[in-house]
């Protein structure tokens, strides 16, 4: 099941190669909007970690058990990226990330065909017209910063 | 999935007999034990409802699509499935006014370890083991149906 | 007089830490993932978290080594109970609570487990054995060694190390010489701290009354070395890791070298059972802590 946060602390560690070196590090992120988005509308952009900005065209997305770059997301119209459901970041960062606490933050929004305009750029390079949503309009009112303090372990 | 409270909001409505006339209503009830238990092991109480008491031994407990009196459950050698609710349905002619409820249900259990075995013999009281918790469980629900 | 070799405890988590959450805001699959994510190498089911207990699906059965495999994790030790009482009136016959003992054994074979968390009949807070004890532990022992599984009785707070039932558990073990009925140490039993700024005046009232932090009501590290030739499984309770990985209610740097240096090589399950258990994030960074308090202090 998903957090109710934008990253999510499970699925948050190094990324080791077979020889036991580290090439980089990976987190979960989820959407929280109320429905899913085919991959064609969703707009990734940059990951940042610690202050450091890691870009997005160096971004891999992995979403239900397949990895996308940033491009190639742009033409999977027949893709369906659940409600709910979450997408693994993968950074590229030989070394990875130190053990303890990191604070990381993921840029992203998407296209919608309704309540605005059509996306001003016909390139897909910005972060769409929609989203995240960081302050959900409950009773609570319950701000959802976009970014997080999570503990890495390994 | 379950809500934290014992009594749930998920299932609480009027029920009607054969004919539609309302006839009584039923919630669903799941204890907040960290194990499950063997219906052997229960010990059921009084339902009461906005001060109204009704007797345990007039409760239909429904699990698995098979009811029960609280006296069966005694014998009923079968394992209460962690965060599975059981549907308590109580009879009361005409049912509940629609609106909210105080609805309240005792229940206890016998455990094996931590404590000394239950008191009565017969298995009369609320056992053992709900000293824990607390034996009652009590929530007040709207009632839509 | 040669040295003991260094032990190599495998670090684990008991899913019973999750249990404010598992089938609430969690699935079992979430609950798997999480314990990768701290570090885990091993875990502690309880029989309830078998869904459909005590008759698993094959389905169900499949699921589980999956996750077993997918996140690299090995079965330590199944939470079972040894009932007695299960109906009112008078205790079970021994063919009953035998027959429902084999039951579980056989379950946590198929399942992978070697460890059993059992939980004799008790007749006080303390868990003073039922006197027939002994008796019923003679029953069990041959399908206990058919099925290999080891029936180990945990130490929990308020029980010392040094309680009387304890030395009658390695007494009865000599006796049979066997591997397959020992102790689960609950580092609960080493906690002689409690900070203000954990627990609150009215929760050490209601752990006074239950015998909880008294003077001399806890173990002393050393009283584990004695233990640790009847043990396969501990509970590495935990009460609160801070900021800096460090436990503060249990001396934990002791207790861990102390098991190390006498060439311990069991599971240690964390074990969270502390108030914010409802609180996912909460939980997690706890567990997460707690395995790298333990990291540091083991080196791996």
């Known amino acids: 099941m998903t957090e109710q946060y934008f990253v999510q602390q499970r699925g948050f560690h190094n990324i080791y190669n077979d020889d036991g070196t580290i090439w980089g590090f990976q987190f979960k992120m989820c959407t929280l909007y109320y429905k899913g988005l085919w991959l064609s ?65 993921i840029q992203f929004g998407w296209i919608c065909n309704y309540n605005a305009a059509l996306e001003p750029d016909p390139n897909g390079n910005t972060l769409g017209i929609m989203g995240p949503y960081t302050r959900m309009s409950t009773a609570a009112g319950s701000a959802h910063p976009t970014e997080r303090r999570l503990l890495l372990v390994w | 999935m379950v809500e934290y409270s ?126 824990m918790m607390g034996t009652e469980n009590s929530r007040r629900m709207l009632l839509a149906r | 007089m040669s040295e003991i070799k260094k032990g190599t405890p495998k670090r684990g988590i008991s899913v019973y830490s999750y249990c404010r959450l598992l089938g609430y805001t969690m699935t079992l699959d979430d609950v798997f993932e999480d314990m990768y994510d701290a570090g885990a190498t091993c875990f502690e089911l309880l029989a309830n978290h078998i869904e459909n207990y005590p008759n698993p699906s094959t389905q169900w059965i499949d699921h589980y080594f999956h996750l077993c495999e997918k996140y690299h994790m090995q079965p330590a030790e199944m939470g079972h109970w040894a009932e007695t009482h299960l109906h009112r009136g008078p205790r079970m016959s021994d063919e009953q609570i035998l027959a429902n003992l084999i039951r579980d054994f056989k379950l946590a074979n198929l399942l992978g487990f070697k460890s059993l968390r059992t939980k004799i009949t008790c007749i006080n807070e303390y868990c003073d054995p039922e006197p027939e004890w002994e008796h019923l532990m003679e029953l069990a022992l041959p399908y206990a060694e058919k099925y290999d599984v080891a029936m180990l009785s945990e130490c929990h707070a308020p029980t010392k190390l040094t309680r009387q039932h304890i030395y009658d558990y390695l007494e009865f073990a000599d006796k049979h010489q066997t591997k397959h009925f020992g102790i689960n140490v609950d580092f609960g039993t080493f906690q002689n701290q409690w900070p203000e700024d954990i627990y609150s005046p009215e929760e050490m009232e209601r752990r006074r009354s239950r015998g909880y932090g008294k003077p001399d009501s806890w173990s002393q590290p050393e009283d584990i070395i004695p233990i640790l030739p009847y043990s396969k499984t501990c509970h590495a309770k935990f009460n609160y890791v801070d900021e800096n990985f460090e436990e503060r209610t249990i001396p934990y740097a002791k207790v861990l070298q102390l098991m190390v240096d006498n060439g311990w090589s069991g599971n240690l399950v964390s074990e969270y059972e502390g108030p914010g258990r409802e609180d996912a994030a909460f939980l997690g960074d706890q567990l997460r802590r707690h395995h790298i308090l333990m990291s540091r202090i083991l080196g791996y």
């Open chain 1, 41 to 105: 509308q969703f707009r990734a952009g940059d990951a940042i970690v610690d202050g450091v900005v890691y870009p997005k065209e160096t971004l891999i997305w992995n979403i239900q058990g397949i990895d996308y770059s940033r491009e190639e997301m742009y033409d999977r119209m027949d893709q369906y990226w659940q409600v709910a459901d979450t997408a693994t970041v993968k950074v590229p960062c030989p070394g990875g990330l130190k053990q303890g606490y990191h604070t990381v933050e």
């Open chain 2, 6 to 131: 014992a009594i749930q909001q998920r299932g609480f409505h009027n029920t009607c007999d054969a004919k539609g006339n309302l006839d009584g209503f039923e919630f669903r009830f799941t204890p907040k034990y960290y194990k499950g238990l063997w219906f052997t092991q229960c010990r059921f109480g009084n339902v009461t409802v906005d001060g109204e008491v009704f007797d345990r031994d007039s409760l239909i407990f429904e699990y698995d699509g098979l009811e029960y009196t609280r006296e069966e459950l005694f014998d009923v050698k079968i394992y209460w499935q962690i965060r599975v609710p059981i549907t308590v349905k109580v009879k009361k002619p005409g049912g509940l006014k629609l609106g909210y409820h105080d609805v309240s249900m005792d229940f206890g259990w016998v455990l094996n370890y931590n404590g000394e075995p239950e008191k009565e013999f017969d298995g009369s009281g609320l056992g053992n083991g709900g000293h």
